[in-house]
T-cell receptor
Framework: AQKITQTQPGMFVQEKEAVTLDCTYD???????LFWYKQPSSGEMIFLIY??????QNATEGRYSLNFQKARKSANLVISASQLGDSAMYFC?????????????FGGGTRVLVKP | DGGITQSPKYLFRKEGQNVTLSCEQN?????MYWYRQDPGQGLRLIYY???????QKGDIAEGYSVSREKKESFPLTVTSAQKNPTAFYLC???????????????FGPGTRLTVT
């Protein structure tokens, strides 16, 4: 079974509008962390935001916020006021604390294209 | 500037040849990772290392080998045993997790390997 599922392969968003990227996860570990990364066309992976399974508040970082719904096992990324530079692939990833090391499991990604 | 360097950015090899991809970090991170990314897909873990002279297989280690002789360096060798070596390879590093505290992974710019 997939541990991280991103059901939206691609989406368009109008500049200055908000966009929500879906991410659902599957784990039996009560302790885990969820990450979102951005991958522009150049290829590097840029860390955006992190949510721990025991965090009481939803994480926010500037224009990025994470809509964490633990019971539904979802961790959707919200990008507010989209900019042309937000056009990229976005990946959701999870670290299970019980797993050895600091390994991350990645979803298949969502491609976002911001239209002017 | 602190960061992760990978060289070269593009690499071309003939089938049957081993090739080594370099990864160097000056972030003083204990943990380092190698991922493979195929077109339109997420990242898959090849190998990871948490300490010098020690490393563990990830999800797709067959046909690859690594070494960790120095904290700063984690080279990946793609051997002729790897059936489909053409891919984008990303190196990452992070602090080691402390209990439930998780740290993000920092990524290098990647090496695009083409084997013909």
């Amino acid at each position: 079974a997939q541990k991280i599922t991103q059901t939206q392969p691609g989406m368009f968003v109008q500049e200055k509008e908000a966009v929500t990227l879906d991410c659902t996860y599957d784990t039996s570990d009560p302790s885990y962390g969820l990450f979102w990364y951005k991958q522009p066309s150049s290829g590097e992976m840029i860390f955006l935001i992190y949510q721990g399974s025991y965090d009481q508040q939803n994480a926010t970082e500037g224009r990025y916020s994470l809509n964490f719904q633990k019971a539904r096992k979802s961790a959707n990324l919200v990008i507010s006021a989209s900019q042309l530079g937000d056009s990229a692939m976005y990946f959701c990833a999870m670290r299970e604390v019980k797993a050895a090391g600091n390994k991350l499991t990645f979803g298949g990604g969502t491609r976002v294209l911001v239209k002017p | 500037d602190g960061g992760i360097t990978q060289s070269p950015k593009y690499l071309f090899r003939k089938e049957g040849q081993n090739v080594t991809l370099s990864c160097e970090q000056n972030l003083n991170h204990d943990a380092m990772y190698w991922y493979r990314q195929d077109p339109g897909q997420g990242l898959r873990l090849i190998y990871y290392s948490q300490i010098v002279n020690d490393f563990q297989k990830g999800d797709i280690a067959e046909g690859y080998s690594v070494s960790r002789e120095k904290k700063e360096s984690f080279p990946l060798t793609v051997t002729s045993a790897q059936k489909n070596p053409t891919a984008f390879y990303l190196c990452a590093s992070s602090l080691l997790p402390q209990g439930m505290k998780t740290y993000e992974q920092y990524f290098g710019p990647g090496t695009r390997l083409t084997v013909t």
